[in-house]
Protein backbone atom coordinates (compact mmCIF):
# COMPACT_ATOMS: atom_id res chain seq x y z
CA UNK A 1 0.00 0.00 0.00
CA UNK A 2 1.52 3.38 -1.47
CA UNK A 3 2.35 5.89 0.89
CA UNK A 4 -0.57 8.65 0.07
CA UNK A 5 -2.92 5.46 0.45
CA UNK A 6 -2.24 5.19 3.92
CA UNK A 7 -2.15 9.28 4.64
CA UNK A 8 -5.68 9.68 2.57
CA UNK A 9 -7.45 6.45 4.78
CA UNK A 10 -5.37 8.12 8.20
CA UNK A 11 -7.26 11.55 7.16
CA UNK A 12 -10.67 10.01 6.62
CA UNK A 13 -10.54 8.01 9.85
CA UNK A 14 -9.99 11.43 11.46
CA UNK A 15 -12.53 13.34 10.22
CA UNK A 16 -14.66 10.31 10.89
CA UNK A 17 -13.67 10.37 14.64
CA UNK A 18 -14.03 14.13 14.68
CA UNK A 19 -17.73 14.39 12.89
CA UNK A 20 -18.51 11.37 15.97
CA UNK A 21 -17.05 13.66 18.32
CA UNK A 22 -19.00 16.63 17.33
CA UNK A 23 -22.07 14.76 16.71
CA UNK A 24 -21.73 12.53 20.46
CA UNK A 25 -21.35 16.71 22.22
CA UNK A 26 -24.18 18.02 20.51
CA UNK A 27 -26.42 14.88 21.43
CA UNK A 28 -24.63 15.17 25.11
CA UNK A 29 -25.84 18.87 25.05
CA UNK A 30 -28.89 18.48 23.83
CA UNK A 31 -29.82 15.65 26.76
CA UNK A 32 -28.66 18.02 29.25
CA UNK A 33 -30.68 20.55 27.94
CA UNK A 34 -33.41 17.98 28.16
CA UNK A 35 -32.46 16.84 31.57
CA UNK A 36 -32.43 20.57 32.85
CA UNK A 37 -35.78 21.59 31.33
CA UNK A 38 -37.33 18.57 33.00
CA UNK A 39 -36.01 19.55 36.22
CA UNK A 40 -36.74 22.93 36.07
CA UNK A 41 -40.64 22.24 35.12
CA UNK A 42 -40.55 19.71 38.10
CA UNK A 43 -39.55 21.78 40.62
CA UNK A 44 -41.86 24.61 38.80
CA UNK A 45 -44.91 21.93 39.51
CA UNK A 46 -43.48 21.25 43.16
CA UNK A 47 -43.59 25.14 43.65
CA UNK A 48 -47.54 25.17 42.13
CA UNK A 49 -48.66 22.45 44.68
CA UNK A 50 -46.83 23.70 47.58
CA UNK A 51 -48.83 27.19 47.06
CA UNK A 52 -52.00 25.06 46.27
CA UNK A 53 -51.75 23.39 49.61
CA UNK A 54 -50.93 26.64 51.65
CA UNK A 55 -54.01 28.27 50.09
CA UNK A 56 -56.29 25.02 50.80
CA UNK A 57 -55.16 26.09 54.55
CA UNK A 58 -55.96 29.56 54.39
CA UNK A 59 -59.27 28.77 52.66
CA UNK A 60 -60.66 25.99 55.31
CA UNK A 61 -59.69 28.66 57.85
CA UNK A 62 -61.25 31.73 55.97
CA UNK A 63 -64.50 29.67 55.84
CA UNK A 64 -64.42 28.74 59.35
CA UNK A 65 -64.06 32.78 60.26
CA UNK A 66 -67.30 33.41 57.22
CA UNK A 67 -69.55 30.16 59.21
CA UNK A 68 -69.05 32.02 63.21
CA UNK A 69 -69.35 35.46 61.37
CA UNK A 70 -72.39 34.72 59.35
CA UNK A 71 -73.88 32.73 62.57
CA UNK A 72 -73.25 36.12 64.56
CA UNK A 73 -75.09 38.25 61.75
CA UNK A 74 -78.00 35.76 62.04
CA UNK A 75 -78.52 35.85 65.72
CA UNK A 76 -78.03 40.02 65.47
CA UNK A 77 -80.69 40.38 62.78
CA UNK A 78 -82.98 38.09 65.52
CA UNK A 79 -83.11 40.92 67.60
CA UNK A 80 -84.55 43.91 65.10
CA UNK A 81 -88.02 44.70 65.15
CA UNK A 82 -90.48 47.33 66.37
CA UNK A 83 -90.53 46.23 69.62
CA UNK A 84 -86.52 44.73 70.28
CA UNK A 85 -86.12 42.39 73.36
CA UNK A 86 -83.75 44.36 75.85
CA UNK A 87 -80.14 44.14 74.68
CA UNK A 88 -77.75 45.31 76.92
CA UNK A 89 -74.52 47.46 75.49
CA UNK A 90 -72.33 44.24 75.34
CA UNK A 91 -74.55 42.07 73.67
CA UNK A 92 -74.45 44.35 70.85
CA UNK A 93 -70.67 44.68 70.88
CA UNK A 94 -70.14 41.06 71.10
CA UNK A 95 -72.78 40.97 68.03
CA UNK A 96 -70.07 43.27 65.87
CA UNK A 97 -66.91 41.60 67.10
CA UNK A 98 -68.58 38.61 65.84
CA UNK A 99 -69.54 39.79 62.29
CA UNK A 100 -66.47 41.78 62.16
CA UNK A 101 -64.25 38.63 62.60
CA UNK A 102 -63.69 37.78 59.01
CA UNK A 103 -60.17 38.39 58.21
CA UNK A 104 -59.33 40.32 54.45
CA UNK A 105 -58.48 37.35 52.54
CA UNK A 106 -54.94 36.70 50.38
CA UNK A 107 -54.09 33.96 48.51
CA UNK A 108 -50.83 32.81 47.13
CA UNK A 109 -50.56 33.25 43.14
CA UNK A 110 -46.77 33.59 42.60
CA UNK A 111 -45.74 30.27 41.87
CA UNK A 112 -49.37 29.61 39.36
CA UNK A 113 -48.40 32.57 37.67
CA UNK A 114 -44.75 31.98 36.65
CA UNK A 115 -46.06 28.79 35.41
CA UNK A 116 -48.63 30.28 33.39
CA UNK A 117 -46.23 32.75 31.97
CA UNK A 118 -43.44 30.04 31.08
CA UNK A 119 -42.88 28.39 28.16
CA UNK A 120 -43.02 25.17 30.25
CA UNK A 121 -45.95 22.34 30.68
CA UNK A 122 -48.15 23.05 27.48
CA UNK A 123 -48.65 19.83 25.69
CA UNK A 124 -51.47 17.10 26.58
CA UNK A 125 -52.69 16.84 30.18
CA UNK A 126 -50.30 19.61 31.17
CA UNK A 127 -52.65 22.16 28.48
CA UNK A 128 -55.90 21.18 30.71
CA UNK A 129 -54.58 21.87 33.74
CA UNK A 130 -52.76 24.88 32.73
CA UNK A 131 -56.50 26.08 31.70
CA UNK A 132 -58.15 25.00 35.09
CA UNK A 133 -55.01 26.88 36.82
CA UNK A 134 -55.92 29.77 34.80
CA UNK A 135 -59.57 29.62 35.40
CA UNK A 136 -59.29 29.11 39.19
CA UNK A 137 -56.84 31.98 39.24
CA UNK A 138 -60.10 33.97 38.44
CA UNK A 139 -62.29 33.01 41.36
CA UNK A 140 -59.21 34.03 43.65
CA UNK A 141 -59.02 37.32 41.92
CA UNK A 142 -63.53 37.37 42.60
CA UNK A 143 -63.45 36.20 46.06
CA UNK A 144 -61.01 38.13 47.05
CA UNK A 145 -62.35 41.36 46.42
CA UNK A 146 -65.28 40.46 48.21
CA UNK A 147 -63.09 40.01 51.02
CA UNK A 148 -62.42 43.51 50.59
CA UNK A 149 -65.86 44.68 49.70
CA UNK A 150 -66.82 43.35 52.90
CA UNK A 151 -63.95 45.16 54.65
CA UNK A 152 -64.65 48.47 53.31
CA UNK A 153 -69.01 48.01 54.35
CA UNK A 154 -67.58 47.97 58.34
CA UNK A 155 -67.01 51.81 58.77
CA UNK A 156 -70.48 52.42 57.23
CA UNK A 157 -71.92 50.05 59.74
CA UNK A 158 -70.35 51.63 62.76
CA UNK A 159 -71.72 55.20 61.47
CA UNK A 160 -74.94 54.03 61.61
CA UNK A 161 -74.23 52.55 65.13
CA UNK A 162 -73.15 55.98 66.24
CA UNK A 163 -76.81 57.93 66.19
CA UNK A 164 -78.11 55.74 68.99
CA UNK A 165 -75.29 53.65 70.65
CA UNK A 166 -71.74 55.06 71.80
CA UNK A 167 -68.84 53.65 69.86
CA UNK A 168 -66.87 53.87 73.44
CA UNK A 169 -69.20 51.90 75.25
CA UNK A 170 -68.99 49.25 72.01
CA UNK A 171 -65.40 49.17 72.50
CA UNK A 172 -64.53 48.77 75.89
CA UNK A 173 -65.36 45.04 75.73
CA UNK A 174 -61.85 45.13 73.50
CA UNK A 175 -58.20 44.63 75.83
CA UNK A 176 -57.04 47.68 74.19
CA UNK A 177 -60.15 49.40 75.54
CA UNK A 178 -59.04 48.38 79.33
CA UNK A 179 -58.10 51.42 80.86
CA UNK A 180 -60.88 53.31 79.26
CA UNK A 181 -64.05 54.91 80.90
CA UNK A 182 -67.22 54.43 79.61
CA UNK A 183 -68.42 57.33 77.66
CA UNK A 184 -70.99 59.66 79.28
CA UNK A 185 -73.19 60.09 76.10
CA UNK A 186 -76.52 57.65 77.20
CA UNK A 187 -76.87 54.42 74.41
CA UNK A 188 -80.66 53.47 73.33
CA UNK A 189 -79.74 49.86 71.81
CA UNK A 190 -83.84 49.99 71.69
CA UNK A 191 -83.67 52.47 69.03
CA UNK A 192 -80.56 50.99 67.40
CA UNK A 193 -82.49 47.97 66.76
CA UNK A 194 -85.53 49.50 65.78
CA UNK A 195 -83.66 51.36 63.12
CA UNK A 196 -84.67 49.76 59.54
CA UNK A 197 -82.32 51.15 58.07
CA UNK A 198 -79.33 49.56 60.03
CA UNK A 199 -81.25 46.54 59.39
CA UNK A 200 -80.96 46.78 56.11
CA UNK A 201 -77.41 46.90 56.26
CA UNK A 202 -76.18 44.37 58.51
CA UNK A 203 -78.81 42.20 55.95
CA UNK A 204 -76.66 43.25 53.16
CA UNK A 205 -73.67 42.27 54.77
CA UNK A 206 -74.87 39.21 55.85
CA UNK A 207 -75.39 38.83 52.24
CA UNK A 208 -71.92 39.63 51.01
CA UNK A 209 -70.51 36.93 53.73
CA UNK A 210 -72.41 34.56 52.42
CA UNK A 211 -71.32 35.40 48.61
CA UNK A 212 -68.14 35.56 49.79
CA UNK A 213 -68.19 31.91 51.39
CA UNK A 214 -69.51 30.66 48.02
CA UNK A 215 -66.46 31.63 46.28
CA UNK A 216 -64.24 30.65 49.16
CA UNK A 217 -65.89 26.84 48.80
CA UNK A 218 -65.95 27.39 44.89
CA UNK A 219 -61.98 27.68 45.44
CA UNK A 220 -61.88 24.82 48.07
CA UNK A 221 -62.95 22.22 45.01
CA UNK A 222 -60.87 23.69 42.15
CA UNK A 223 -57.98 24.15 44.45
CA UNK A 224 -58.66 19.78 45.71
CA UNK A 225 -58.94 19.18 42.03
CA UNK A 226 -56.03 20.99 41.05
CA UNK A 227 -53.61 19.50 43.43
CA UNK A 228 -54.67 15.63 41.97
CA UNK A 229 -54.25 16.91 38.51
CA UNK A 230 -50.74 17.89 39.39
CA UNK A 231 -49.84 14.94 41.51
CA UNK A 232 -51.08 12.58 38.85
CA UNK A 233 -48.67 14.21 36.51
CA UNK A 234 -45.83 13.70 38.30
Given at each position: ?68 AI ?20 EI ?46 VV ?94
Amino acid sequence: MSADSIQWKKLVTEGIVIVVSILLAFAIDAWWDDRKDLQAARDQVSRVLAELRANVGILEDQDQYLGYAIDGAKGFLSRFGPEPPPTEVAEIAAFINQIFAVPTMSLERAASLELLSSGQLTEGAWFDIRVKLADTLSVVQSAENSSIELRQMRPGIINLEANHVSGLDLSLGHELMADYQPSRFPSDTTALLSDRLYENVIANYAIRMELNRRNVRELQELYSALIADLEAQL
